[in-house]
């Protein structure tokens, strides 16, 4: 999640980080059981976990709010992905008694970016 300023923007009455909230929660419930979730923002600095609680994750993203520091998105996308990768090693490491090329992830990996676009979320070099 983007809980940069600029998400606090209104449009219909509503902000742009209440309607990424809404859309995020929407797409939760469709998710099948036994899904892993994560949910970061670019306000926090530390790894989220993924957990196969989807009560928990819909928590963590009704408690997203605006906060004024942060990371850019893009570092914080680097460490969701190389977290998501991590969580993908544990997953065929566990599969000890297979032959390592015969291992298979057995999760679909998707990563969701919930932002309003703003240039200011961003670092521009990268």
């Given at each position: ?15 742009r980080l209440l309607a990424a909230q809404q859309f995020a ?102």
């Amino acid at each position: 999640f983007d809980t940069s300023p600029s998400m606090a923007y209104k449009q219909s009455n509503q902000t742009r980080l209440l309607a990424a909230q809404q859309f995020a929660k929407d797409h939760l419930g469709r998710l099948p059981s036994g899904s892993k979730v994560a949910v970061a923002a670019s306000s926090e600095s530390s790894t989220a976990a993924f957990s196969i609680d989807l009560k928990a994750a819909q928590s963590r993203i009704e408690a997203q709010e605006i906060k004024a520091t942060g990371l850019p998105l893009n570092d914080r996308l680097r460490t969701v992905l190389l977290s998501q990768e991590d969580d993908r090693r544990r997953v065929t490491s566990e599969q000890g008694s297979i032959p390592e090329d015969k291992r298979e992830d057995r999760f679909v990996r998707e990563v969701y970016v919930f932002t309003d676009l703003a240039k200011s979320a961003w670092r521009d070099e990268t």
